[in-house]
C-alpha cells in the first residue's frame, strides 16, 4: 500500500474522509503519519482515534525561520517512510525547497473549481462572481499557491438563495469523496504526473456518486 502522510491545521474533515477510505481493505493507501503545524487541530484526535501515529511541528517555535520549520517536517515525513504528501486543510504556503523535495509526491485540495479562486474565502468570491458551478480540485502542489497539475475535481451547482455557509457543505461534502478517489487514481497508477499534466490511463475510471 502507499504510504501516506497527511499535514493538517484544524478541523480535519479530509483527513478524516482518507481515514474511512483506508479502512476499507482494498484501498490502496494508508495512513503512516498524520502531522499538524497545530498542537490544538481537532485532525490529531481523528487520528489517534484511528490508532494512527501524529506529530506537531509548530511554525511558531520556528520564528522567522521557515527552512527550519520545513526541514523538520520533511524529517518527520521521511522517519515514518511517507511515501505521498497530502495537504489536508494545512494552511502554511510550502516554500519551492520543501515542493522540490516532494517532487510530484505532494497533493492538495482546495476549495474551487482551480485555476478559479485561488486562496482564501472561495465560497463568498464564487458567489461575488456570480458562477453557477463552484467544487473542489485535488492538485499536485507546485510552488506557486493553489497551482498545479490537476489531477481531479467535482464540480457543485451554484443554488438560488445559497449563501458561503450552504454552499460550503455542499462543496465539503464532494471534498470528502474526491480527495479518496484522487489517492486511489495515483496509488493505482492510473494518474500519473507528465511535466504541468496529469495524465489519467488505464481502465474506465468510476466516479463517486456524489460527484
Ligand atoms: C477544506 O475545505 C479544504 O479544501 C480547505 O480547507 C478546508 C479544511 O477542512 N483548504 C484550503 O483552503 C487550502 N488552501 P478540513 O480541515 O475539515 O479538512
Known amino acids: 500500500k502507499l504510504k501516506l502522510g497527511v499535514l493538517i491545521s484544524g478541523r480535519?474533515?479530509?483527513?478524516?474522509?482518507?481515514?474511512?477510505?483506508?479502512?476499507?481493505?482494498?484501498?490502496?493507501?494508508?495512513?503512516?503519519?498524520?502531522?499538524?503545524?497545530?498542537?490544538?487541530?481537532?485532525?490529531?484526535?481523528?487520528?489517534?482515534?484511528?490508532?494512527?501515529?501524529?506529530?506537531?511541528?509548530?511554525?511558531?517555535?520556528?520564528?522567522?525561520?521557515?527552512?527550519?520549520?520545513?526541514?523538520?517536517?520533511?524529517?518527520?515525513?521521511?522517519?515514518?517512510g511517507v511515501e505521498l504528501v497530502c495537504l489536508a486543510g494545512f494552511m502554511r504556503l510550502l516554500?519551492?525547497?520543501f515542493v522540490g523535495r516532494w517532487q510530484d509526491r505532494l497533493i492538495n485540495i482546495h476549495p474551487s473549481l482551480l485555476?478559479?479562486?485561488?486562496?482564501?474565502?472561495?465560497?463568498?468570491?464564487?458567489?461575488?462572481?456570480?458562477?453557477?458551478?463552484?467544487?473542489?480540485?485535488?492538485?499536485?502542489?507546485?510552488?506557486?499557491?493553489d497551482d498545479g497539475p490537476i489531477i481531479a475535481q467535482a464540480a457543485v451547482p451554484v443554488l438560488p438563495g445559497d449563501d458561503a455557509d450552504r454552499l460550503a457543505e455542499r462543496?465539503?461534502?464532494?471534498?470528502?469523496a474526491l480527495y479518496p478517489h484522487a489517492v486511489r487514481l495515483l496509488a493505482e497508477g492510473r494518474a500519473r504526473v507528465e511535466g504541468d499534466r496529469v495524465v489519467i490511463g488505464g481502465p474506465a475510471v468510476e466516479v463517486p456518486a456524489v460527484i
Do not use: Y
Open 115 to 145: 485555476p478559479s479562486f485561488k486562496g482564501l474565502d472561495t465560497h463568498q468570491r464564487a458567489l461575488d462572481a456570480g458562477v453557477r458551478f463552484h467544487g473542489c480540485t485535488v492538485h499536485v502542489v507546485r510552488p506557486a499557491m
Open 95 to 97: 516554500s519551492p525547497w
Open 171 to 176: 462543496v465539503l461534502a464532494c471534498e470528502h
Open 12 to 80: 480535519g474533515s479530509n483527513l478524516q474522509a482518507l481515514i474511512d477510505a483506508c479502512a476499507a481493505a482494498d484501498f490502496p493507501a494508508e495512513i503512516v503519519l498524520v502531522l499538524s503545524n497545530k498542537a490544538d487541530a481537532f485532525g490529531l484526535e481523528r487520528a489517534s482515534s484511528a490508532g494512527i501515529p501524529t506529530a506537531v511541528v509548530s511554525h511558531r517555535d520556528f520564528p522567522g525561520d521557515k527552512p527550519a520549520f520545513e526541514a523538520a517536517m520533511d524529517g518527520k515525513l521521511r522517519d515514518a
